[in-house]
């Protein structure tokens, strides 16, 4: 049985105007964390109850964006890991549960989307900041404020770069990648 946590249902009743269901999935993966990776359909379900979602809908919304990929795919998909639902490939689960190295996930979150998509030019050559922070938050079990802190020690340790170009977000690169 899933407890939900009220405070979880009034962020996401004042976030999820729309109904997004990938943010609503990151937001749930976020910050309820389980013993296996991902959200479990039970979770989900309880969530989508206390905030009113139907779960005919939220079912459909999931089964139209759900892949079985165990790699990173193209598109804004969600992922099964085991018996869960996830933003991120279970191939990233295996290797990123539990570091805290940054550099480790640019590596591992940029070698799939070239495998996946070939040669990526320079200016893609790094993982948008937010969506680091994002996975730190996943895997690692960090709070936003604790993966910005790590960011930081880590680029003055010049573990990474954070290259700001003409993209609106900061980007996060290896430093090998600094062009």
Same mark, same amino acid.
């Given at each position: 049985? !899933?407890?939900?946590?009220?405070?979880?249902?009034?962020? #996401?009743?004042?976030?999820?105007?729309?109904?997004?269901?990938?943010?609503?999935?990151?937001? /749930?993966?976020? &910050? &309820?964390?389980?013993?296996?990776?991902?959200?479990?359909? @039970?979770? /989900?379900?309880?969530?989508?109850?206390? /905030?009113?979602?139907?779960?005919?809908?939220?079912?459909?919304?999931?089964?139209?964006?759900?892949?079985?990929?165990?790699?990173?795919?193209?598109?804004?998909?969600?992922?099964?890991?085991?018996?869960?639902?996830? !933003?991120?490939?279970?191939?990233?689960?295996? =290797? /990123?549960?539990?570091?805290?190295?940054?550099?480790?996930?640019?590596?591992?979150?940029? @070698?799939?989307?070239?495998?996946?998509?070939?040669?990526? *030019?320079?200016?893609?050559?790094? !993982?948008? =900041? *937010?969506?680091? #922070?994002?996975?730190?938050?996943?895997?690692?079990?960090?709070?936003?404020?604790?993966?910005?802190?790590?960011?930081?020690? =880590?680029? =003055?340790?010049?573990?990474?770069?954070?290259?700001?170009?003409?993209?609106?977000?900061?980007?996060?690169?290896?430093?090998?990648?600094? @062009?």
């Amino acid at each position: 049985m !899933v407890i939900v946590d009220e405070k979880l249902v009034d962020d #996401l009743s004042l976030r999820d105007r729309e109904y997004q269901i990938d943010d609503f999935v990151t937001y /749930l993966e976020r &910050h &309820h964390h389980g013993e296996e990776p991902g959200i479990s359909m @039970e979770c /989900l379900d309880a969530y989508a109850d206390a /905030l009113g979602y139907d779960r005919d809908r939220t079912h459909a919304l999931l089964e139209e964006r759900l892949t079985d990929s165990s790699t990173w795919t193209p598109g804004n998909n969600l992922y099964r890991v085991g018996e869960n639902v996830s !933003v991120y490939p279970p191939s990233w689960h295996e =290797q /990123l549960s539990d570091t805290i190295d940054i550099a480790e996930y640019v590596r591992v979150m940029l @070698e799939e989307k070239v495998a996946a998509t070939g040669r990526l *030019p320079p200016a893609r050559r790094g !993982v948008p =900041q *937010p969506d680091v #922070l994002t996975a730190i938050e996943i895997f690692a079990d960090l709070d936003r404020e604790m993966g910005e802190d790590l960011l930081k020690k =880590q680029r =003055q340790e010049g573990s990474i770069v954070v290259f700001a170009s003409q993209n609106p977000e900061d980007l996060v690169r290896l430093p090998k990648t600094e @062009e």
